[in-house]
């Protein structure tokens, strides 16, 4: 999206931090394993290109869906994108949004990422684990005064 002098952009978020380190811990796991395994002679060859690439593909999904899902809120519009398959994307004005909701869990009040479900005149668009979901709605009610 363009940044705009009539439409500045007010907030961007992604998904929160803590979204990629159980990935990557796994990850860590699975090539540490894989490169023990290099040097043993009894574990054939594919078997540890299999772990090699099965910890790429561990680190590599949550972090394609970190960088993909965004939100961006302007004066005007808000646009987000969800998905890495099935992808749902969000572009609605503000005078068209009803209501926002952010949900915290117990997790999500220590570590500081809550889920935004945001109901539009055209559906119902939720984000899990939003770092700053709060921000958004707060400017959400704001800009719809």
């Not at 500045?8 to 803590?18: A, D, G, L, M, S």
């Not at 380190?21 to 023990?36: D, G, K, Q, R, Y």
């Not at 952010?102 to 889920?115: A, N, Q, W």
């Not at 109901?119 to 704001?142: D, P, R, S």
Request: charged fraction near 20%; glycine fraction near 4%; include cysteine.
């Amino acid at each position: 999206m363009k940044k705009n002098i009539d439409n500045e952009i007010i907030c961007v978020t992604r998904p929160h931090w803590i979204t990629l380190l159980i990935p990557t811990l796994i990850s860590v796991i699975f090539t540490l394993s894989a490169i023990m395994e290099l040097f043993n002679r009894n574990v054939e060859f594919s078997f540890r290109i299999f772990f090699l690439i099965f910890s790429v593909l561990i680190f590599l999904i949550p972090y394609l869906f970190y960088k993909i899902n965004v939100i961006k809120l302007t004066e005007r519009e808000i646009v987000g994108r969800t998905g890495i398959i099935r992808v749902k994307k969000l572009h609605a004005p503000i005078s068209k949004i009803q209501t926002v909701n952010v949900e915290k869990g117990l997790f999500g009040r220590i570590f500081g990422y809550s889920d935004l479900r945001i109901h539009c005149i055209t559906g119902i668009y939720e984000f899990k684990k939003v770092a700053n979901a709060e921000e958004i709605e707060n400017a959400i009610l704001y800009l719809t005064k």
